[in-house]
Nanobody
């Protein structure tokens, strides 16, 4: 089992940038998991944002963030990051880090076993 902790949320102006980080508070080797970011805006369902393979060699993005967000990981430091550029008010949400065993990237919530508590990101216009 792994416990995930997100950090880096906050308030940013539209057009600005923000970086989120996720690290395991406990559990086995970080490199054993496919990692992803999801987000949930007020009144909406949680949605997929980005995922990265175990070795960081493959990534997958939601169309809404493609070209603006970058997911990366450093297995030596046990961190996964989400760099968010050119942010929009629609990016306002609670952002969750998630981990899944297995090898394939997935956009589906049920395929992720471990979740963080979330970190609030607010983009002001």
């Amino acid at each position: 089992q792994v416990q995930l902790v997100e950090s880096g949320g906050g308030l940013v102006l539209a057009g600005g940038s923000l970086s989120l980080s996720c690290a395991p508070a406990s559990g086995r080797a970080f490199s054993s998991y496919v990692m992803a970011w999801f987000r949930q805006a007020p009144g909406k369902e949680r949605e997929f944002v980005a995922a990265i393979s175990r070795d960081g060699g493959a990534t997958l993005y939601a169309d809404s963030v493609k070209g603006r967000f970058t997911i990366s990981r450093d297995n030596a430091k046990n961190t996964v990051n989400l760099r968010m550029n050119t942010m929009k008010p629609d990016d306002t949400a609670v952002y969750y880090c998630a981990a899944r065993e297995g090898w394939s990237l997935s956009t589906r919530e049920p395929e992720y076993t471990y979740w963080g508590q979330g970190t609030q990101v607010t983009v002001s216009s």
